[in-house]
């Protein structure tokens, strides 16, 4: 009986408030829902690089409004030779701090996919780098690389190895490998636990496979490992370029760009132009600058990691 | 094609004995099943074989060599996995070649065995699909194919069929036996499914708790079971097992039913018994013993029937149609021949 009056009870349609049927109106809904992020990204992306694109083509300087002028900031810059020097030192620490951190971080992540013992204190100490600030490590190493107070010049000479202190940063191929050496440092562990989680998705079952196919411990890297790995390697590695290319802090704290401005990268350089130099067009000249290297590093990770065709298709497994 | 020895193998990992003494003897081209509850240490004693895990104890020899310090690629044996472990960055055809690639063999040669197992296998379309786009069976089937390309001495199976539904098991299980038999190669073949031991198998092996119950020809498991375990274990629906004691030549079972005792001569010694008779073995008999009936399922080609004897469930499954409701009385006996004692404390066939 009671069973058949709640069945037939039926929900009295309610009148309902203006603002709950504006809350149901899509047109709304979609309005109300995208404004903080659109106006978040145009307030602190947008508009930042509108500015810094526009300045490019003036002559602001700080304390005077410019006006525009064209090319010209590109054009005194390409006459520049530090300029030039900046842009050859950002390829080159790039490149070099890139293929280091990858060998190295490579190297690591294969050993802590391993069973060790100890394991998760290890993976913590690596990370250890990335953790501590960077302006932090930076000041540590500026001691390490210090000219009369560096830890490795005294260990080289107390150990007999060495008669003088080693010059880290006070010439220029010195400073650029010293710096070099920070970045590796302090890039490691990201891209040694990235990697890290890439190899932990590859089934046991298919290196046992392998060992049964009758491949030694390299062919197995060289055939299961590495292929199946590439697809987060060229995501880290992207992702790696773009934070190397745009460095500012380690060569900022720790040479400053000198000695003689051979240190500079571009992004240290537009700063140095811009803030203290005060040229603010000049600066952002710099900046809009590295614009097509990251446009070219965005591509080349859009190009090589796009799905390779063994990842298409249904996931069921 | 070899024998296999495994004599007296033993494995531990860290303190816990997982296999305690295994002995089988393995003929050249035999079709042997491990078969066992979860957890008793089938795909251990696999992956042993296969050189997967060392071994504490005991000897493995295939072909008459010990191998138990010979690597894994060196044991001339493949494996079919559970998982089927395909390279997924590597199509059909360069999966089923990855060995020959590695063993340095010449083009001609990979496209001559390549497709030569694909042939046995109905591959041949699918040579260039990644295992992606390729359904569960056709995945199982590039692993065996993978096997057959090593051209090996032994095959090792670790429950291949357990992914797949239940029509395509049946269907891949005849495939697995045709090609044995086509084939000729030691098979070793782990599953806990034992209908599928029962037909595909030479010889099973039943396995519980790191040991072996029993090993033996799938008939003569059914027909001898060695013990309680295999007894329950073989045979579906499974046996029925009661408690009770031997007296006056009868076997005095629960309610006070008398069951005649196996006809095979030799009279038991009286005392504590369990008594089993398989569902297909008990037969309607208007001079049996009165049964309650409980619930009755005809599946057609039989019908079973759960019936009350005293106050234990026994199940029968007769050929012939029966049109009782559950509360009526059925006498049933079972055939005399086919019945089983085991002792009470040890578990063992009497
Ligand atoms: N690497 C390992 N370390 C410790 N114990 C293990 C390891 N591998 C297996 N075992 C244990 O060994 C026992 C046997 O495992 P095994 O995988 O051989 O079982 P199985 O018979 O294949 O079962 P299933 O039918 O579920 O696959 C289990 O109790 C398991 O917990
Ligand atoms: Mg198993």
Not at chain 2, 159 to 166: G, K, Q, R
């Amino acid at each position: 009986m009671s069973v058949t009056a709640a069945e037939r009870w039926i929900r009295p349609a309610k009148q309902q408030s203006a603002l709950v049927r504006l809350f149901d109106n899509k047109a709304f809904l979609i309005i109300a829902c995208l404004l903080p992020a659109i106006g978040l990204l145009g307030v602190f992306l947008t508009y930042p690089l509108g500015l810094g694109v526009w300045l490019a083509f003036t002559d602001t300087t700080i304390g005077r409004r410019g006006v525009f002028v064209g090319l010209e900031n590109f054009e005194f810059l390409f006459e520049d030779p530090i300029f030039w020097n900046a842009v050859f030192y950002s390829v080159f620490y790039t490149s070099v701090a890139t293929v280091g951190k990858f060998a190295l971080g490579l190297w690591l992540a294969l050993l802590l996919n391993n069973h060790l013992p100890m394991k998760s204190l290890l993976r913590a100490i690596i990370l250890l780098p990335w953790i501590v600030p960077t302006v932090l490590s930076a000041i540590a190493f500026w001691w390490i690389y210090d000219p009369q107070f560096s830890i490795i010049s005294w260990v080289l000479i107390e150990t007999g190895i060495r008669e003088t202190n080693v010059d880290f940063i006070n010439t220029a191929w010195p400073a650029r490998w010293s710096l070099i050496a920070a970045n590796i440092w302090r890039g490691i562990p990201f891209v040694a636990i990235s990697l890290l989680a890439g190899l932990q998705t590859i089934s046991p079952s298919l290196y046992e496979a392998a060992m049964l196919d009758g491949a030694s411990a390299w062919q197995r890297f060289r055939y299961v490992t590495f292929p199946m790995l590439l697809p987060i390697l060229a995501i880290v590695m992207t992702f790696s370029i773009i934070f190397t290319f745009t460095d500012f802090q380690l060569v900022y704290a720790i040479t400053r760009g000198g000695p003689v401005n051979s240190t500079h990268l571009l992004a240290t350089l537009a700063f140095q132009r811009g803030i203290p130099g005060g040229q603010l067009g000049e600066g952002a000249a710099i900046a809009v600058s590295m614009i097509p290297f990251l446009v070219f590093a965005t591509l080349f990770s859009y190009f090589a990691l796009a799905r390779r065709k063994w990842q298409q298709g249904e996931s069921n497994d | 094609m070899a024998t296999v020895d495994i004599r007296e193998v033993r494995k531990a990992f860290g303190t816990t004995q997982i296999l305690h003494g295994v002995s089988v003897g393995i003929e050249d081209g035999q079709f042997v099943v491990l078969v066992g509850p979860s957890g008793c240490g089938k795909s251990t004693l696999l992956r042993m074989l296969a050189g997967l895990e060392n071994i504490t104890g005991g000897e493995i020899a295939i072909g008459g060599r010990v191998v138990n310090n010979v690597p894994p690629k060196d044991r001339d044996i493949a494996m079919v996995f559970q998982n089927y472990a395909l390279y997924p960055h590597m199509t059909v055809f360069q999966n089923m070649a990855f060995s020959m690639k590695l063993a340095g063999a010449p083009k001609e040669v990979m496209e001559r065995e390549v497709q030569k197992a694909a042939k046995i296998l109905g591959l041949e379309q699918l040579l260039h699909r990644f295992p992606r786009q390729l359904s569960g069976g056709q995945r199982q089937r590039v692993a065996m194919g993978r096997a057959i390309v090593r051209n090996p001495q032994v095959f090792l199976f670790d429950e291949p069929l357990s992914n797949l539904d239940a029509k395509l098991r049946v269907q891949m299980r005849s495939e697995i036996k045709e090609l044995h038999q086509r084939l000729k190669v030691t098979t070793v073949y782990v599953t806990h499914d034992q209908i599928e031991a029962m037909t595909m198998a030479d010889l099973i092996v039943v396995m519980n708790h790191g040991r072996i119950e029993q090993a033996g020809a799938p008939l003569e498991l059914y027909d001898r079971p060695a013990n309680l375990f295999v007894a329950g274990f073989i045979g579906s629906p499974a046996m029925n097992m009661m408690e009770g004691r031997i007296a006056d030549g009868h076997f005095a079972g629960p309610g006070g039913a008398a069951w005649p005792l196996p006809a095979n001569g030799h009279a038991p010694p009286a005392g504590e018994v369990i008594y089993g008779i398989r569902p297909e073995h008990l037969r309607l008999d208007p001079d049996g013993i009165p049964a309650t009936v409980q619930l009755v399922e005809p599946t057609g080609s039989e019908t079973q029937v759960l019936l009350r004897i005293g106050e234990a469930n026994v199940s029968g499954a007769f050929r012939e149609r029966v049109s009782a409701r559950p509360g009526d009385v059925l006498p049933v006996s079972p055939d005399p021949g086919l019945v089983h004692l085991f002792d009470k404390k040890t578990g063992q066939r009497i």
